[in-house]
């Protein structure tokens, strides 16, 4: 004798097609569901906070065949449903906005301040201000007397070595390497053939010191000293380290001054400035690798992550639009690998 469904195909039929569709989409609602826990998870760690939770739920009974309708067609597929084993959170108004420098998808925007030195034209001109004789706004020429147009080149140089063992300021002088660094990075910097407008140096003696030296190749560049250039500790690194821990009093008394170093000499061109200028900067690692983040708006908090040699170059670009890039950081090349130090 035949199957029972044999001798009714159609409805045998319908009910086997009806699980097979019934299943499709089930496991469409599931792989639909786990890239939606995967984009939350993405979203809790931008957001800096934990906004997405994996954790043992009792396993909930089967919903995903669909059954037969008496006229031959199967139910629609039941709602999307979490995969069994995990708890999503509500993702709408929970996630918030990653900071900036976190990588987003292509298009997204939101990535580059453009007003980061508060010189961009739009920020500068007052838009309620109204044209007495026609009453409109004449925003575009109002906006070139804003722009800049010259480019910075701005060229860090680290201090060369110097004597650890002075306890004051004063008795922290270069040694004999640290002097022949200096040398090198002044030849150097001369060898580029570029116009130098100025050197605007730290105050601290290892600094001054290595001005001094560098200025003998490039004559007739004014020198300038700062105590906003001086070393010390910018932000509290991250990661922490054991190696190097000063106390939060300093990160508060260093960190704003090196932060107003920052906003005092990286910025684009004043509007007044027509020609292209190439500056120097002699200070030390930590302001540098801290202004390197911050001009780049890259995490702060990263700048002990990079490391400089004595003597160093790093050369930043800042255009007249705003942008910033970074063509050296810590350019040792010039010098020969037995003059090389970190201290």
Request: charged share 25%; with cysteine.
């Amino acid at each position: 004798m035949l199957p029972h469904s044999a001798l009714r195909p159609g409805r045998g039929g319908a009910a086997r097609g009806g699980r097979c569709v019934g299943a499709r989409h089930a496991a469409a609602a599931r792989a639909m569901s786990f890239r939606r826990a995967l984009a939350l998870a993405a979203c809790g760690l931008a957001g800096g906070s934990v906004l997405f939770s994996a954790v043992a739920v009792s396993k909930q009974p089967a919903r995903g065949d669909a059954e037969p309708r008496p006229g031959g067609s199967a139910a629609a597929p039941p709602a999307p449903a979490a995969p069994q084993g995990l708890l999503l959170l509500p993702p709408a108004a929970s996630c918030p906005p990653g900071p900036g420098w976190i990588e987003r998808p292509a298009g997204s925007g939101g990535f580059w301040d453009s007003n980061w030195d508060r010189r961009e034209p739009l920020a500068l001109i007052n838009l309620k201000k109204k044209n007495e004789e026609t009453g409109e706004e004449e925003l575009s020429s109002r906006l070139e007397h804003c722009r800049a147009r010259a480019t910075r080149h701005i060229f860090l140089i680290r201090h060369s070595q110097y004597n650890l063992d002075g306890r004051a300021d004063k008795d922290r002088t270069l040694t004999p390497l640290g002097r022949e660094q200096a040398e090198l990075t002044g030849h150097r910097l001369a060898s580029l053939g570029l116009k130098f407008n100025q050197i605007i140096h730290s105050s601290m003696t290892r600094a001054t010191e290595t001005t001094e030296i560098i200025s003998k190749y490039l004559p007739g560049v004014k020198k300038i000293s700062t105590d906003l250039l001086r070393e010390g500790a910018p932000i509290e690194p991250d990661p922490p380290v054991s190696h190097w821990k000063p106390e939060a009093v300093q990160y508060y008394e260093d960190g704003a001054r090196i932060e107003a170093a920052f906003r005092n000499f990286i910025h684009r061109a004043d509007v007044k400035q027509e020609e292209d200028s190439y500056e120097i900067f002699v200070c030390h690692a930590n302001v540098i690798r801290y202004i390197v983040c911050r001009a780049l708006q890259f995490p702060p908090e990263g700048w002990l992550r990079m490391s400089l040699n004595n003597g160093s170059i790093t050369h930043l670009v800042i255009r007249p639009n705003g942008r910033v890039a970074l063509r050296t950081l810590g350019d040792t090349g010039f010098m020969p690998p037995d003059k090389i130090t970190r201290t």
